[in-house]
Structures are given as structure tokens and as C-alpha cells.
T-cell receptor, first 116, second 114 residues
Framework: GALVYQYPRRTICKSGTSMRMECQAVGFQATSVAWYRQSPQKTFELIALSTVNSAIKYEQNFTQEKFPISHPNLSFSSMTVLNAYLEDRGLYLC????????????FGHGTKLSVL | GDSVTQTEGPVTVSESESLIINCTYSATSIAYPNLFWYVRYPGEGLQLLLKVITAGQKGSSRGFEATYNKETTSFHLQKASVQESDSAVYYCALTDTNAYKVIFGKGTHLHVLP
């Protein structure tokens, strides 16, 4: 079956430091990867959508300078939160779609980021 | 922009009772968005529970049902008899012209008491 592994599940970083999270698709080729964030008391917001052979599209209020994304092949993507501060805490979720997914995203477990 | 509003939780029900979690949507860029219910069980990732892409149709999975009602712009989730294992967070969601931009509701935390 199609699975998406995301790691780490939880991470804590000091204010002003950066942390990287990774997402791996298993059982299908992830031509598109979407990264979401759920801040405390809020719902999931789309950060950016990465499609192989296309430019990464960031949503309003999110930038490449703050959330650089790598999508080097059809099974892997990573996103870094640079200079994390309190407002960056939350649950970050990757969703992947591609072959066999019929335009439906398969989601990972999420990475819960705490900032001290 | 598009939005989804759902029952605020937590919702607590006893096992074998019926359940309804309300969901209404607003889609400004497309007349007929695709509608979803996702579920996140404790310790697990976000999973698709059911999906309906045609107005008037009903989706069902694991005993849950939801009907796409274009007139009331609603997609309420119902189950006739819940089980303790249904305890989870449920998210109503939609997609419009971009299949990968999912607009989520805030989620409803369901506690089912044994």
C-alpha cells in the first residue's frame, strides 16, 4: 500500500535555531508534496506545494527564506524551519500525491515542533 | 477565500450512542468542491475517512456516513452506533481547483466512553 513516513515525530529546538523534517513516500512515486502547519488552536494551513520539475509554490505568509523545501526525487522531501521562534511551534504535516493516489494526498504522522 | 466550519469539540458520547459532527463549507472559487472527512487516531497520522466529489452523493466508511448537500453547503458526519475505538480527531475538509491545497476545518476531538 501507499504510505508516507515523516520524521522526526517530535522535536524541540531553541529559539533562533533551525530544524529539518523529512518525508518519505513508500509504495508510490510522490510527484507532488504539500507541507502544512497546524499552529496551536488553529487548523492546518498550506505552507507550500512542491511538484517535481516545477517551481515550489509558497502560500501567502510563507516564504522560501523561512521554510526552504527540497524535493530531490520521487520518494523524498524535506523542509527546514529556519530561525524558529515561538510563533513557529505547531504540528507540521507533509502530504504526498502522485502515481496511484488519484490526486489524493497521503499524509505522514506529522512533526510536532516545540520552541524554547 | 474557501473555508470549512465544523462542530467545536471536544465531543463526548458513550459507546453505542449515535453521533453527528456538523460541517459546513464555503467555496468561492468553485461551485462544487470535493469534500472530505479525515481522521487522526491517537499516535497515528492523518487518514482519509471518506470522500465525496458529487453533490447529492453519500460517502461511507467504517460505519460513518456523510452526504454532500449543495443546498445547505453541509457535509455532516454521522454514525449510528459509535465504538470506543472511534475516539479520535475528525477533520472536515475541501479541495477546489487545486487538488493538493486542502482546506481543513479546525478538527473535532471525539471521546467515546466505554
Amino acid at each position: 500500500g501507499a504510505l508516507v513516513y515523516q520524521y522526526p515525530r517530535r522535536t524541540i529546538c531553541k529559539s533562533g535555531t533551525s530544524m529539518r523534517m523529512e518525508c518519505q513516500a513508500v509504495g508510490f512515486q510522490a510527484t507532488s508534496v504539500a507541507w502544512y502547519r497546524q499552529s496551536p488552536q488553529k487548523t492546518f494551513e498550506l505552507i507550500a506545494l512542491s511538484t517535481v520539475n516545477s517551481a515550489i509554490k509558497y502560500e501567502q505568509n510563507f516564504t522560501q527564506e523561512k521554510f526552504p523545501i527540497s524535493h530531490p526525487n520521487l520518494s523524498f522531501s524535506s523542509m527546514t524551519v529556519l530561525n524558529a521562534y515561538l510563533e513557529d511551534r505547531g504540528l507540521y504535516l507533509c502530504g504526498a500525491a502522485g502515481t496511484i493516489s488519484n490526486e489524493r494526498l497521503f499524509f505522514g504522522h506529522g512533526t510536532k515542533l516545540s520552541v524554547l | 477565500g474557501d473555508s470549512v466550519t465544523q462542530t467545536e469539540g471536544p465531543v463526548t458520547v458513550s459507546e453505542s450512542e449515535s453521533l453527528i459532527i456538523n460541517c459546513t463549507y464555503s467555496a468561492t472559487s468553485i461551485a462544487y468542491p470535493n469534500l472530505f472527512w479525515y481522521v487522526r487516531y491517537p499516535g497515528e497520522g492523518l487518514q482519509l475517512l471518506l470522500k465525496v466529489i458529487t453533490a447529492g452523493q453519500k460517502g461511507s466508511s467504517r460505519g460513518f456516513e456523510a452526504t454532500y448537500n449543495k443546498e445547505t453547503t453541509s457535509f455532516h458526519l454521522q454514525k449510528a452506533s459509535v465504538q470506543e475505538s472511534d475516539s479520535a480527531v475528525y477533520y472536515c475538509a475541501l479541495t477546489d481547483t487545486n487538488a493538493y491545497k486542502v482546506i481543513f476545518g479546525k478538527g473535532t476531538h471525539l471521546h467515546v466512553l466505554p
